[in-house]
């Protein structure tokens, strides 16, 4: 019974690449939110997906961020024209649903590294 | 706006001591309140929750938490530490009307527990 996968676990990019942060929810689960953490700091919300579907992306920067959440495969975490200050560890959780209080469950994250 | 407040960035205690971490909250509205655990380089794990009903909510690994609504208060109870509860510790709200589930997390607080 797998639960939340993410990779990649470590990514390394210069300044001005893209990254792609994936995540595949535990199964069963159709709910996914991203959330960032910098260092020495707690957990940020970024956005919240359901299949096909942005519902509040109220937490992720208006330029170079975006996710998807297709109705085959992982949901994407994308970041174009990186900057340093977008190192941190990005962590993907989900749920069943929000309507039953289900927790969310959180996968191990992507560490992404700016050179 | 919903906020979430840990006062101590570290609490040490000896291995079968008592243990609490602080959380105190703030929200318009019910809230809905979640503790996590996190060890190096992993994702968070899920401790324990309130929804509604009694005040007193028990979790895993012998965690149990104590919600104050008159002290919007949540905070993280054990009554006998062990070396291996040392971790880093986020407390977490949702709002109760809210249809987004997105968590807002306090900043931590790192658990050290001594032989």
């Known amino acids: 019974n797998a639960g939340v996968m993410q990779n990649p676990r470590h990514l390394v990019r210069r300044r001005g690449q893209e990254a792609r942060l994936r995540c595949s929810p535990m199964?069963?689960?159709?709910?996914v939110y991203w959330y960032r953490q910098l260092p020495e700091e707690g957990l940020k919300f970024m956005v919240y997906?359901?299949?096909?579907?942005?519902?509040?992306e109220s937490g992720m920067p208006k330029e170079r961020f975006s996710a998807e959440f297709p109705k085959e495969g992982p949901s994407i975490l994308r970041i174009q024209q990186v900057v340093r200050g977008d190192s941190a560890a990005y962590f993907c959780a989900s749920s069943a649903g929000t309507g039953d209080f289900q927790p969310q469950h959180f996968g191990d994250g992507t560490r992404l590294s700016i050179l | 706006a919903q906020s979430v407040a840990q006062p101590e960035d570290q609490v040490n205690v000896a291995e079968g001591n008592p243990l609490t971490v602080k959380c105190t909250y703030s929200?318009?509205?019910?809230?809905?309140l979640f503790w996590y655990v996190q060890y190096p380089n992993r994702g968070l794990q899920f401790l324990l929750k309130?929804?509604?009903?009694?005040?007193l909510v028990k979790g895993s690994y012998g965690f149990e938490a104590e919600f104050n609504k008159s002290q919007t208060s949540f905070h993280l109870k054990k009554p006998s530490a062990l070396v291996s509860d040392s971790a880093l510790y986020f407390c977490a709200v949702r709002l109760g009307s809210s249809n987004t589930g997105k968590l807002i997390f306090g900043q931590g607080t790192t658990l050290q527990v001594k032989p």
């Open positions: 997906l359901q299949k096909e579907n942005i519902i509040d």
């Open positions: 199964k069963g689960h159709s709910h």
């Open positions: 309130y929804i509604t009903g009694d005040n």
């Open positions: 929200v318009s509205g019910n809230p809905y």
